[in-house]
Nanobody
């Protein structure tokens, strides 16, 4: 069965850290673009970061750049999102998504196109108490 499995998340205080993971089951992340989205209550889902597993090229949305780090461990078939200096406004359900990497660059367009990704994780709640 081909799917993505997420882990991590939880409740932390403002300024603390969390790490999310997204593991592929039934396929390998050898040449995929893997991204992280989040959806806060009453808001649209937004793309915040993505990585091309082949070479580690990354993209970050402005609100998370400098605080979040996306990286992959291809041996473990897993992509991680390290979230530092968390803020109350980071509270949301976080989803990972994966699709075959086809674009030359990894940028905001890549992030937008991931909305139509073939594979999605089940979602995990991140709550940051102020």
């Amino acid at each position: 069965q081909v799917h993505l499995v997420q882990s991590g998340g939880g409740l932390v205080k403002s300024g603390e850290s969390l790490r999310l993971s997204c593991s592929a089951s039934g396929f390998t992340f050898d040449n995929y673009t893997v991204g992280w989205f989040r959806q806060a209550p009453g808001k649209d889902r937004e793309g915040i970061s993505c990585i091309r597993t082949r070479d580690g090229s990354t993209y970050y949305e402005d609100s998370v750049e400098g605080r979040f780090t996306i990286f992959s461990d291809n041996a473990k078939n897993t992509v991680f999102l390290q979230m530092d200096n968390l803020r109350a406004e980071d509270t949301a359900v976080y989803y990972c998504a994966a699709d075959k990497a086809t674009a030359r660059q990894v940028d905001v367009v890549t992030m937008i196109l991931l909305v139509t990704a073939d594979y999605w994780g089940q979602g995990t709640q991140v709550t940051v108490a102020s």
